[in-house]
T-cell receptor
Framework: TQLLEQSPQFLSIQEGENLTVYCNSS?????LQWYRQEPGEGPVLLVT?????EVKKLKRLTFQFGDARKDSSLHITAAQPGDTGLYLC??????????FGAGTRLAVHP | KAGVTQTPRYLIKTRGQQVTLSCSPI?????VSWYQQTPGQGLQFLFE???????NKGNFPGRFSGRQFSNSRSEMNVSTLELGDSALYLC????????????FGPGTRLTVL
C-alpha cells in the first residue's frame, strides 16, 4: 500500500519567516504533486515534480523531489498571510488516482 | 474556460437516506475522479471514470457508487447513509487517461444527521 506521510501537521508562524513542509514515503512515485486548499474550496495544483532530484521554483515557493522519488519538500521563503492554507502532497497512484498526505495546515500571522 | 462544477454545494441528509452528487468536468476532459475528504482520514480516493468506464476504485464499501455519462459528466451515489459519511466530496477532471493534471471542483459538503 502506498502511503504518504506529511509533516508537520500544523504550522503557525509570523510573516517573514521561512518554513519547510515534508512529504515522505517508503514507495517510489512516478510523480508527486503539491496542492493548496483554502476553506470551502477544492485543492489547487501548485506544482508537479517528476524527475528524481528535480527542483522547481514558483516565486517564493521551492519544491524538491528526492533522488529516489520517495520524498518531496516544499520550502516557503518570507511567508506572507496570503500563504495561509492547507498544503497537500499527492503521489500518482495510477489511472488518475492520487494518494494524498494528511496535509499541513499553515497559518501566517501579520 | 469554465472550471469543474459540482452540485449541490451543500446537502443535509439523515441516516438511512441516499444521496446523489453531480460533477461537470472541464470541457474536453474525459476523466473524472471522486474523493472524500474528512478531518480524520484526509483526502481518500473513491473511484475514477474514463469514457463511461470505471477504471479504478478505492477502498470504500459498495454503498458508494458512481457513473459517467457520454458527455463526461459524472454522478456519485451513496446509499443507506451513515453518520461517518459526512464529508466534503470532491471531484477532479483531467484531459486524458494516465497521469495527467487533475483539476478539482469546489466540492459538495454532505452532512448526515
Amino acid at each position: 500500500t502506498q502511503l504518504l506521510e506529511q509533516s508537520p501537521q500544523f504550522l503557525s508562524i509570523q510573516e517573514g519567516e521561512n518554513l519547510t513542509v515534508y512529504c515522505n514515503s517508503s514507495s517510489v512515485f512516478s510523480s508527486l504533486q503539491w496542492y493548496r486548499q483554502e476553506p470551502g474550496e477544492g485543492p489547487v495544483l501548485l506544482v508537479t515534480v517528476v524527475t528524481g532530484g528535480e527542483v522547481k521554483k514558483l516565486k517564493r515557493l521551492t519544491f524538491q523531489f528526492g533522488d529516489a522519488r520517495k520524498d518531496s519538500s516544499l520550502h516557503i521563503t518570507a511567508a506572507q498571510p496570503g500563504d495561509t492554507g492547507l498544503y497537500l502532497c499527492a503521489g500518482d497512484g495510477g489511472y488518475n488516482k492520487l494518494i494524498f498526505g494528511a496535509g499541513t495546515r499553515l497559518a501566517v500571522h501579520p | 474556460k469554465a472550471g469543474v462544477t459540482q452540485t449541490p454545494r451543500y446537502l443535509i441528509k439523515t441516516r438511512g437516506q441516499q444521496v446523489t452528487l453531480s460533477c461537470s468536468p472541464i470541457s474536453g476532459h474525459r476523466s473524472v475522479s471522486w474523493y472524500q475528504q474528512t478531518p480524520g482520514q484526509g483526502l481518500q480516493f473513491l473511484f475514477e471514470y474514463f469514457s463511461e468506464t470505471q477504471r479504478n476504485k478505492g477502498n470504500f464499501p459498495g454503498r458508494f457508487s458512481g457513473r459517467q455519462f457520454s458527455n463526461s459528466r459524472s454522478e456519485m451515489n451513496v446509499s443507506t447513509l451513515e453518520l461517518g459519511d459526512s464529508a466534503l466530496y470532491l471531484c477532479a477532471s483531467s484531459l486524458d487517461q494516465g497521469s495527467d493534471t487533475q483539476y478539482f471542483g469546489p466540492g459538495t459538503r454532505l452532512t448526515v444527521l
